[in-house]
Every structure is written in C-alpha cells, then in structure tokens.
C-alpha cells in the first residue's frame, strides 16, 4: 500500500512519533525537573567514567551548541561536573555527581515504561527490526554527509 504526501516520509514520521514519545516522557519527568534532553545526556554521562563533552553530545544525538546548552543546565542543576583534561586544556570531561547518577537511576524504570508503552503494539521481533531497520537508515545517512 502506497502512502501519499508526508504519511509516506520516513522522516515525517519518524519525527512525529519521536515528538510524541518525547512529551510522554516530559509529562513522566516533569516531577523531577529535567527534560528528555537533558535526561539523556545525563543518561549517557552517568555511564561511564567521564566522556568529553564532544562524545557525550555525539552520544546523545546532540549538536555542539546543544551540547553546551545542556550541560549548564545540568552543572547549575548539580547533577553534573565539568572537568578540565590535565594534558588537553581545551578538552573538558563531563562526568555525573553522585546526585546525577541517582536521579538516572529513579527514573531510568520512568524512561523504560514509557518505551514499552509505546512500543506495546510490535512484537518483539517487530521491535527489533524497526530498531535494524532505523539504525540501518541513521548509518546511511551519516554516509551521506561526505
């Protein structure tokens, strides 16, 4: 069955799933005063040992400026600390504080539900071949930047 107009873009559609996830997970959050933005940088900088902001932002799907952004946010919120790379001066490590990572961790389970809710309708095979069929799609589209 063909699709006509924007139901037929992948990208359309993508983006407007992706957006009413989004809110569904800003409403679930909202209690905790971060957003789904920034829950997902801190995600990414709670697990793991520090990253430079530049891969926390590549992580998260972010841009430089984005990045940044977030991060004040974050560090003013004191879930995480900037830190300067003793070798590389113009390199800074971003790394979640002990209040950062047990924020992640209360709503870590908020995140997971609010995924299986959506995704309730596919079944597990289903699910996992819209995940290859996107990363597949995200792979050839970085290609394309060249």
Same mark, same amino acid.
């Given at each position: 069955?063909?699709?006509?107009? @924007?139901?037929? %873009?992948?990208?359309?559609?993508?983006?407007?799933?992706?957006?009413?996830? %989004?809110?569904?997970?800003?409403?679930?959050?909202? *209690?905790?005063?971060?957003? *789904?933005?920034?829950? %997902?940088?801190?995600?990414?900088? %709670?697990?793991?040992?520090?990253?430079?902001?530049?891969?926390?932002?590549?992580?998260?799907?972010?841009?430089?400026?984005?990045?940044?952004?977030?991060?004040?946010? @974050?560090?003013?919120?004191?879930?995480?600390?900037?830190?300067?790379?003793?070798?590389?001066?113009?390199?800074?490590?971003?790394?979640?504080?002990?209040?950062?990572?047990?924020?992640?961790?209360?709503?870590?389970?908020?995140?997971?539900?609010?995924?299986?809710?959506?995704?309730?309708? @596919?079944?597990?095979?289903?699910?996992?071949?819209? @995940?290859?069929?996107?990363?597949?799609?995200?792979?050839?589209?970085?290609?394309?930047?060249?």
């Amino acid at each position: 069955m063909a699709r006509e107009g @924007l139901e037929g %873009s992948l990208g359309f559609t993508t983006g407007l799933v992706y957006r009413r996830m %989004s809110n569904r997970l800003m409403q679930r959050l909202r *209690p905790y005063d971060i957003t *789904p933005e920034q829950w %997902s940088v801190l995600y990414y900088a %709670s697990h793991s040992e520090g990253l430079i902001q530049r891969e926390l932002g590549e992580r998260a799907g972010k841009d430089k400026p984005t990045t940044t952004r977030i991060v004040d946010h @974050l560090v003013r919120k004191g879930w995480i600390l900037r830190r300067p790379d003793h070798i590389d001066r113009r390199a800074i490590y971003i790394e979640a504080t002990a209040e950062g990572r047990r924020l992640i961790a209360e709503t870590t389970p908020i995140e997971a539900a609010v995924l299986a809710e959506a995704t309730s309708c @596919l079944t597990a095979e289903e699910h996992e071949t819209l @995940l290859d069929l996107l990363h597949r799609v995200g792979k050839h589209v970085d290609q394309l930047k060249g």
